[in-house]
């Protein structure tokens, strides 16, 4: 397996900012997972359907052909512009809690990172802990509610609170920070202070 670097942590926790600014850096390829589950209710709710029927969501997760870079779509339809709506921030946990929407979508973030020529960066909430058990570095990305909330701007305390609970407190590759995981606050850090840990981790033996 080349390179991976896995960042993991809760909504507005910095997870796409810095693993972008990380990957740019090292040039290397960046992968944000989480649009991947919001391009797949996007289109779940284009298509009426509930979120919370299982088999019917499962099927569209599977079929899906979904890209992330440089704008995210499923099916060849652009959705970049709908996937971080309130609709989608109400529904997408509880598809990312659909066991067969998470082996579809980590069958392919396991393949993606497999074809890329050089190192990965890969971000979302079971990185470390299933999809790259094996990271070269693991990090855990944490920030206050407060922050964090103000970094979502619209979408608001509530909501993201709400969100934390439903992807910390799920039965299926619930949030967690991996044991060999190292974490970060970035309450009080910018992405380039931030990044430059990141880095001098990657290089410093363990
Ligand atoms: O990182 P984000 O806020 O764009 O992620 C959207 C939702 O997707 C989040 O509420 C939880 C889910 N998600 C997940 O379950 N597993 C991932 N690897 C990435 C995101």
Same mark, same amino acid.
């Given at each position: 397996?080349?390179?991976?670097?896995?960042?993991?942590?809760?909504?507005?926790?910095?997870?796409? #900012?810095?693993?972008?600014?990380?990957?740019?850096?090292?040039?290397?390829?960046?992968?944000?997972?989480?649009?991947?589950?919001?391009?797949?209710?996007?289109?779940? =709710?284009?298509?009426?359907?509930?979120?919370?029927? /299982?088999?019917?969501?499962?099927?569209?997760?599977?079929?899906?052909?979904?890209?992330?870079?440089?704008?995210?779509?499923?099916?060849?339809?652009?959705?970049?512009?709908?996937?971080?709506?309130?609709?989608?921030?109400?529904?997408?946990?509880?598809?990312?809690?659909?066991?067969?929407?998470?082996?579809?979508?980590? #069958?392919?973030?396991?393949?993606?990172?497999?074809?890329?020529?050089?190192?990965?960066?890969? /971000?979302?909430?079971?990185?470390?802990?299933?999809?790259?058990?094996?990271?070269? =570095?693991?990090?855990?990305?944490?920030?206050?509610?407060?922050?964090?909330?103000?970094?979502?701007?619209?979408?608001?305390?509530?909501?993201?609170?709400?969100?934390?609970?439903?992807?910390?407190?799920?039965?299926?590759?619930? =949030?967690?920070?991996?044991?060999?995981?190292?974490?970060?606050? @970035? #309450?009080?850090?910018?992405?380039?202070?931030?990044?430059? /840990?990141?880095? @001098?981790? =990657?290089? #410093?033996?363990?």
């Amino acid at each position: 397996m080349s390179d991976v670097i896995a960042i993991d942590g809760p909504a507005g926790s910095g997870k796409s #900012t810095v693993a972008r600014a990380l990957a740019a850096a090292l040039d290397w390829s960046f992968l944000d997972t989480g649009a991947m589950y919001r391009a797949v209710t996007a289109e779940v =709710l284009r298509r009426h359907i509930d979120p919370a029927d /299982e088999s019917a969501v499962a099927r569209v997760a599977q079929d899906a052909h979904i890209t992330t870079e440089p704008r995210v779509t499923i099916d060849g339809v652009d959705v970049e512009d709908v996937i971080r709506n309130e609709p989608v921030n109400v529904a997408v946990s509880t598809v990312a809690a659909n066991p067969v929407v998470r082996r579809a979508m980590v #069958t392919r973030q396991r393949r993606w990172a497999a074809d890329q020529p050089r190192g990965t960066v890969v /971000e979302g909430r079971d990185i470390a802990t299933v999809v790259f058990p094996d990271a070269t =570095l693991k990090v855990f990305l944490t920030a206050s509610l407060d922050e964090r909330a103000r970094r979502r701007g619209d979408e608001g305390v509530d909501s993201v609170a709400r969100r934390d609970d439903a992807d910390t407190g799920r039965i299926v590759s619930p =949030l967690r920070r991996a044991e060999d995981a190292i974490a970060i606050d @970035t #309450t009080h850090r910018s992405v380039q202070q931030v990044v430059e /840990e990141i880095v @001098t981790c =990657l290089k #410093t033996p363990n």
